[in-house]
């Protein structure tokens, strides 16, 4: 508010009771958000219009009412006051979105319970995923209807019949009220309302057939066979349904859809009972009852609306009154149409693109997610094992997944908040779990000879792979219920959780798009930033066991040449090496982990030795904190990078802030428990520019910058632990309180390393190296001979050509008798290039460098493989 002094009151409290008259609003809830208006306007600046304040105010203390009334039913209350929340938006000019953004901010300042901003979340997104609806609805209704030629727009002839305006309307109307009563809406998602949506037009389909043929367009592909002929049936008409064309259309699955027309028939059933309809099924629109359902309809839906403080999602038809016909005026509320929630995910820099597939045409919220359910669907005729997962387990391990199976089931119908669509979803995800394991398996038994029964020796593998295949059903259909929530519905951590991801990204051959593998990425990075680092998370186990501080990047990444630990070759690990414990005879993979381990070695590892084992065992334990710090190391630098730029610091400064970083993370490790990564680089940035004295830069600068970070939430920097009080509650801060009291005091002593002000020049501090833009991984191309593919960096070079007993071949550079003689070491007749495909990269180096030697070795490989 820009004016606070009380010579600036009185205008304002003019312009708010103004408002108040308009709306008619009680004196009770006027005095009440006035009140609370004033007392937020003192302690905060409230930029913009008063009339956006005036609005959430009054929302916020309409909302803060709840009166039940006679009946007793599930809409039998009033919260509120009944106002309008369409109407308070119009009066203060406001639009949809412009009134959840201020209203988010409204509940912060204003200290409001979370269940107030769970309702605001769950009104923006019934609005966003019924104007996607609606998008879609206005293209099908214009396919399978068509105005008569006497009938045109704004003509003030009424028909005696249903007009064509007035179906589009009650075909939506009944829609709305439909979602309504529907028991699933508490858990309303896009695909369902769309099936939804597709039933009503069906009845109303169907109605018209009988009642008003000319509104029929008979180049609809579902109008009944013979349509408009003399010899035509109309005993069809009966039962006659458009369901699966209206999915062929509209690429939805028709199994849903039909499922969806059961419970759509009892809601029909009760509306015919309690007389919000009139007549029968088959004479919705006739003559007789068309003016009257409508009516009904409509008062039906405005008293529900007004009782639960909803949108009145009957705005959108204004939304085509304004389309088709652009001299029409807004009658004072700016309509815009919500972009799909799952469209605003976050495209954060750690996102691997380049392992999505290319993304066609234009993006289509409704359409992308009934198409992830029919391409799940494909796979729901898997209802049991594939032979090929009974015989490399077992009768036991099948017995044991038939058993997890149906305990995990048990908890998912007891939380998922609709009993009828527990049992569908878990359903196909128990599908996409048997299509899932054999594609796994499959990949297990062609890398390397193993026993795949030790996969299930504990039930962290199955379960993690039962649970991820639930959180893609729900994804896929759009489901309210976001990560992690299935965390907590199977009692899952997030350190177990993440290290499935990238398994089935790699194993889901073209079951999933490009979205879901996505969001999938999405739940990689949520795990690695903030859930895998809380208190009760077994990493912490893992990190109680090294016997020296965490690991550097310099010692997780791929290819890391002087490490005497497990040489981490590829970031694509197996299910095995992700997740076996077992440690009781050295496995061809435990030989390959070790980094240079001779022939000579193995033959004494194969010796009866406690110390050997131990040092064995040693070893597989910290594999795991390895591939997450892998990980985590990654996407560190992005975000850090990302932001040092925009801050405008040069290489040499984010490098030493990445020193800082890393040091915090191996060193000072107890930063991060129930912390966010963001959290910690932002303080080490700003340690930095403290220590390094650079000039010009403040913590709002990074503030400023890093809002901008797509992976940026406003909790993140207001809501950080502190400490554990001595009653038992989390004390937490802002992110300065955190900075000031914790990180610097335990920070400061190594970061006075980068200041100007100490004797040691700054040349000879030792930097740590940070991660590359292409990670680089060495791929082994036989097994019987030390031949690896390996991008490296110029400066790694020497090492490698050092060597006399070492061949190296340059892509593009070396001549191509260097790759024969390579060649002809390995072959020995056939060559043996089998286990790694070459990158598209190499391939495309191959192909313009001349090198033929090469190409002839791919073609011989595409020929054995053909």
């Known amino acids: 508010m820009t ?37 937020i306007s003192q302690k905060y600046s409230l930029e913009g219009d008063n009339l956006h304040w005036f609005c959430c105010a009054l929302y916020a203390a309409c909302r803060g009412s709840y009166t039940p009334t006679v009946g007793g039913g599930s809409n039998d209350v009033v919260l509120g006051n009944c106002i309008s929340v369409i109407k308070l938006l119009r009066s203060c000019s406001m639009s949809i979105l412009e009134f959840t953004s201020k209203m988010r901010k409204w509940h912060d300042m204003a200290k409001l319970p979370e269940s107030f901003l769970n309702q605001i979340n769950k009104m923006e997104r019934s609005y966003s995923i019924t104007s996607n609806v609606f ?13 008569p030629p006497n009938e045109k727009k704004n003509c003030k002839f009424r028909s005696a019949k249903c007009p064509y305006g007035k179906l589009f309307e009650i075909c939506w109307c009944l829609y709305l009220c439909a979602k309504n009563e529907n028991p699933v809406s508490q858990v309303t998602d896009i695909v369902m309302s769309f099936h939804l949506l597709i039933c009503c037009i069906d009845l109303i389909y169907k109605n018209v057939l009988a009642e008003n043929p000319d509104l029929i367009n008979t180049k609809f592909v579902g109008t009944p066979s013979k349509w408009g002929k003399p010899d035509f049936d109309g005993r069809v008409l009966k039962d006659y349904c458009i369901i699966e064309p209206l999915c062929n259309m509209s690429n939805a699955s028709p199994h849903d859809a039909k499922n969806m027309k059961d419970t759509f028939k009892r809601i029909i059933k009760k509306f015919l009972e309690t007389n919000t309809l009139y007549g029968s099924e088959e004479t919705l629109v006739s003559n007789k009852n068309f003016e009257r359902n409508l009516r009904s309809l409509k008062g039906a839906y405005e008293q529900y609306v007004l009782n639960m403080a909803e949108l009145d999602e009957r705005i959108l038809l204004d939304y085509r009154k304004i389309s088709n016909n652009s001299s029409h005026e807004s009658s ?15 495209n954060t820099p750690y996102t691997r693109k380049e392992s999505l597939p290319s993304k066609e045409g234009v993006f289509d919220p409704v359409a992308n997610a009934t198409n992830n359910v029919k391409k799940l669907r494909e796979i729901s005729t898997i209802t049991e094992p594939s032979e090929f997962i009974r015989q490399a387990t077992g009768d036991d391990v099948i017995k044991r997944i038939d058993e997890k199976l149906i305990f995990m089931s048990k908890l998912f119908y007891n939380k998922f908040p609709n009993k009828e669509e527990s049992v569908n979803k878990f359903q196909l995800a ?61 009692s899952i951590n997030a350190f177990e959780f993440y290290k499935l991801i990238e398994i089935i990204v790699r194993s889901h051959d073209g079951v999933l798009n490009r979205e879901l593998i996505k969001h999938l990425n999405l739940i990689e990075e949520t795990c690695l930033e903030s859930l895998a680092w809380q208190k009760c998370s077994p990493l912490w186990e893992l990190i109680k066991k090294e016997p020296t501080p965490l690991p550097t990047w310099s010692e997780v990444k791929v290819g890391n040449i002087d490490s005497s630990e497990p040489q981490l070759q590829s970031p694509m690990n197996s299910a095995y090496d992700t997740f076996s414990t077992s440690t009781t005879t050295i496995s061809e993979s435990v030989r390959r982990d070790l980094f240079n381990t001779s022939k000579e070695t193995l033959h004494i590892l ?38 040092c730029k925009e801050l405008e610091l040069g290489d040499e400064m984010i490098s030493k802030i990445w020193t800082l970083f890393e040091y915090s993370i191996t060193q000072k490790t107890e930063l991060m428990q129930d912390r966010h990564l963001d959290q910690i680089f932002m303080c080490a940035i700003y340690l930095y520019i403290k220590v390094g004295e650079v000039n010009g830069k403040l913590f709002r600068d990074i503030m400023k910058f890093y809002r901008k970070q797509p992976q940026a939430t406003s909790s993140i920097y207001r809501e950080v632990f502190i400490k554990v009080l001595e009653s038992g509650e989390r004390k937490l801060g802002d992110i300065i309180q955190f900075y000031n009291e914790i990180y ?62 070492q061949l190296t071949f340059q892509f593009s550079r070396s001549p191509g008798k260097e790759l024969e003689k390579m060649s002809a070491i390995t072959s020995k007749g056939k060559r043996a290039f089998t286990l790694i495909e070459l ?11 001349g090198n033929h030697a090469l190409l002839k070795i791919m073609k011989d490989r595409q020929e054995e493989r053909n």
Request: aromatic residues 10%.
């Open 332 to 346: 004072g509320l700016k309509i815009d149409l919500h972009p799909d929630i799952k469209s605003l995910m976050p």
């Open 606 to 643: 194969d010796k009866p030795n406690n110390d050997n084992q131990k040092q064995i065992n040693a070893n597989k334990r910290s594999i795991p904190l390895k591939l997450f710090l892998r990980k985590f190391y990654k996407l560190s630098w992005l975000r850090i990078k990302e932001l």
């Open 839 to 849: 990158s598209d990269l190499d391939r495309k180096r191959a192909r313009g460098s």
């Open 430 to 490: 128990k599908s996409l779990y048997y299509y899932l394991l054999d594609k796994i398996l499959h990949f297990e038994v062609r890398i390397k000879p193993i026993d795949l029964k030790s996969l299930f020796q504990k039930d962290s593998f199955n379960t993690t792979l039962i649970a991820c295949s639930v959180e893609i059903v729900l994804d896929a259909y759009d489901s309210p219920l976001k990560f992690p929530w299935i965390l907590d519905c199977f």
């Open 3 to 39: 004016q606070s002094r009380e010579d600036g009151i009185e205008p304002i409290r003019s312009k708010y009771e103004d408002l108040c008259r308009e709306l008619n609003m009680d004196r009770e809830t006027e005095e009440l958000s006035w009140k609370k208006f004033i007392e």
């Open 135 to 147: 998008m879609r609805y206005s293209d099908i209704f214009e396919q399978l209807f068509m105005p």
């Open 744 to 805: 610097m005091q335990k920070m400061t002593p190594y970061a006075w390393n980068f200041s100007r002000k100490q004797d040691k020049p700054e040349r000879d501090l030792l930097l740590s190296p940070h991660p590359t833009e292409k990670q680089t991984i060495p791929r082994q191309i036989s097994n019987n001979h030390s031949l690896f593919v390996h991008s490296i960096e110029k400066n790694e070079l020497d090492k490698y050509t050092a060597s006399p007993n």
